[in-house]
């Protein structure tokens, strides 16, 4: 399903987008209401499988943000077409008809409108099954398992044979595939042909240390740059061993359908097509852990947050402090109120860090040599000379 779905079809797309001049992205298309707008404001944001893409596409704003009337909708979860308007500007379009998610770890609390969208006309694969209600179920659906299961290979399983936690009843890497039609917060532009208007590209990695919860980059190209560098500790959705650093340009790596080099060059073509009037570009990381290994920030809805700092810097309402990577937030400018998280963690969290940098810099410089060589354009080289030179003031 996966191979058909994505790997082959998106690896087309690409192709064609390229002979065409527009992107095929393997991004989500959110739309923000907030109540200071006068209209919806839309983000495209590319993340690794398994690293939160779907639970921000869905994302519900927190209670204090749903009281001021801050609305999220979903245009579409996983692919955006992404083409050049008639003013100027950046469009994506959603060509999907349904959700394709991880289960695992979907509930009621981490993504309410995924697991809404299940409950009918849905296609479950490699979850576990439960036959006292004809059911399915997966890890973390619910706070226990219940007391008697068929796993994901059809085998009678109860929740002792998981005590060593290597036996789950459902597979880590489970899918589920529901009509978009079922989501509660499914954007009136979900079928749109001509799409909307992007305000912000996001990128995003599982990154334990390093990358701040989030920074802006300093031009087009320099987001080029940014996204080419993504990498991620690996999860069940990719192949390979988990927890393993794995560089995932633009979140596409399984997906280019031809030289990744050429594809980094599609994307400054891109960048000059549309000039000024190209959207914010910027990474976020909501895995950022402590010396203990617990997540700082606590992510899901609370991710609205930082939506909302990216929105106003894409109006030019809120200034930010330039660092060797980017533009990171002022900590003031981080609403944390009604959180668990300090403002002694919010400094942690947007800390820039020129040494690990440094270290970062290297690896991406081995990592480009391997694999590019002087076949990498040369607008993504300068930028990468800017990043170290910049560890060193």
Same mark, same amino acid.
């Given at each position: ?10 690896r ?18 959110l739309?923000c209401?907030?109540?200071q707008d006068?209209?919806t404001?839309?983000i ?16 519900i ?17 996983d ?8 003013d ?6 959603? *060509?999907?008809?349904?959700?394709f &998610?991880?289960?695992p770890?979907? $509930?009621?609390? %981490?993504? +309410?409108? !995924?697991? @809404? ?15 006292a209600?004809?059911t399915?179920?997966w890890?973390?659906m ?16 109860? *929740?002792?044979?998981?005590?060593? &936690?290597?036996?789950?009843?459902? $597979?880590p890497? %489970?899918? +589920?595939? !529901?009509? @978009? ?9 979900f ?13 995003g ?23 080419s560098?993504?990498s ?19 979140a596409m790596?399984?997906f280019?359908g031809?030289?990744?080099a ?13 000039g000024d ?32 700092w ?36 919010l ?7 020129k ?14 040599d391997?694999?590019f ?21």
């Amino acid at each position: 399903m996966l191979l058909g779905k994505k790997c082959f079809a998106l690896r087309i797309a690409t192709y064609l987008g390229k002979k065409e001049g527009w992107m095929a992205e393997h991004m989500l298309i959110l739309g923000c209401k907030r109540p200071q707008d006068k209209e919806t404001k839309y983000i495209a944001a590319a993340f690794p499988s398994a690293c939160g893409k779907t639970n921000l596409a869905m994302l519900i704003p927190p209670e204090e943000y749903r009281k001021k009337g801050y609305e999220i909708t979903c245009v579409g979860d996983d692919i955006a077409w992404i083409r050049v308007g008639d003013d100027g500007r950046l469009w994506a379009a959603n *060509p999907e008809n349904g959700f394709f &998610g991880v289960a695992p770890g979907t $509930n009621e609390h %981490s993504n +309410f409108n !995924a697991l @809404a969208s299940t409950k009918k006309g849905t296609i479950f694969t490699n979850v576990a099954h439960n036959p006292a209600d004809n059911t399915v179920w997966w890890e973390k659906m619910t706070k226990d398992a219940p007391e008697f299961l068929y796993d994901w290979t059809g085998e009678p399983w109860t *929740p002792a044979m998981n005590a060593d &936690g290597k036996h789950p009843a459902a $597979n880590p890497n %489970s899918r +589920f595939t !529901a009509p @978009a039609e079922n989501c509660p917060c499914i954007s009136p532009e979900f079928n749109s042909k001509q799409g909307v208007p992007l305000s912000a590209i996001v990128f995003g990695g599982r990154r334990a240390t390093t990358t701040p919860l989030v920074y802006q980059s300093r031009d087009w190209n320099h987001g080029v740059f940014v996204g080419s560098i993504m990498s991620s500790e690996t999860t069940a959705a990719a192949t390979g061993a988990v927890g393993v650093l794995r560089h995932d340009p633009m979140a596409m790596k399984p997906f280019m359908g031809y030289s990744v080099a050429d594809y980094f060059r599609h994307w400054i073509d891109m960048g000059k097509k549309v000039g000024d009037k190209a959207p914010k570009i910027f990474n976020v990381n909501w895995f950022r852990q402590d010396e203990k290994g617990n997540f700082m920030w606590p992510g899901f809805g609370e991710n609205m947050r930082v939506i909302d700092w990216i929105l106003d810097r894409c109006e030019g309402k809120v200034d930010a402090q330039e660092t060797a990577i980017g533009y990171v937030p002022y900590a003031k400018d981080i609403n944390i109120k009604d959180t668990d998280v300090s403002a002694e963690t919010l400094d942690k969290l947007l800390y820039v860090d020129k040494a690990r940098w440094a270290n970062e810099a290297e690896e991406i410089e081995k990592y480009y040599d391997d694999n590019f060589g002087d076949k990498l354009p040369k607008e993504i080289r300068d930028n990468l000379a800017t990043l170290k030179a910049n560890c060193k003031k």
